[in-house]
């Protein structure tokens, strides 16, 4: 049986203060109980800075005014291959929430812990630690 390939846009919305919102998958989901940075599936014929666009405004309630692409990241589970697209969002009216009910937080770039997120995240949190460790020297 061929696996389902899913593509994904997610937001790391990060504020001048160089926190970055997170919000936690609900129980009942791929993932549950995990923290990330928020998004969701490319609809069809959709570009991933699109769904970035459409998700974050449907997840915490933002419209993002600025972004730009940081990282994709090819992954496999035992059930589906999904290709990430994770976008640097730096600039977006409103203030982000968890829109659906999903908990929700700020946390310092720097103390964003790669074991509290999907394994396809973390490449991405190893790299925003790993800059802003730069960044602070």
Do not use: C
Request: glycine share 6%.
């Amino acid at each position: 049986m061929e696996k389902k390939h899913l593509h994904i846009a997610a937001g790391i919305i990060r504020n001048l203060e160089q926190k970055i919102f997170i919000t936690k998958r609900p129980e009942g989901t791929h993932m549950a109980g995990f923290w990330e940075f928020p998004g969701g599936k490319l609809e069809v014929n959709e570009s991933p800075e699109a769904a970035l666009i459409r998700e974050l405004e449907e997840e915490v309630g933002i419209v993002v005014t600025k972004n730009e692409l940081l990282h994709r990241v090819d992954h496999e589970f035992d059930d589906r291959f999904i290709t990430l697209y994770f976008f640097m969002v730096s600039s977006w009216e409103n203030e982000p929430y968890g829109r659906e009910g999903q908990d929700s937080r700020w946390v310092s770039q720097h103390e964003l812990k790669a074991e509290e997120f999907p394994p396809a995240n973390r490449i991405i949190v190893d790299l925003l630690t790993q800059r802003s460790d730069q960044h602070n020297s």
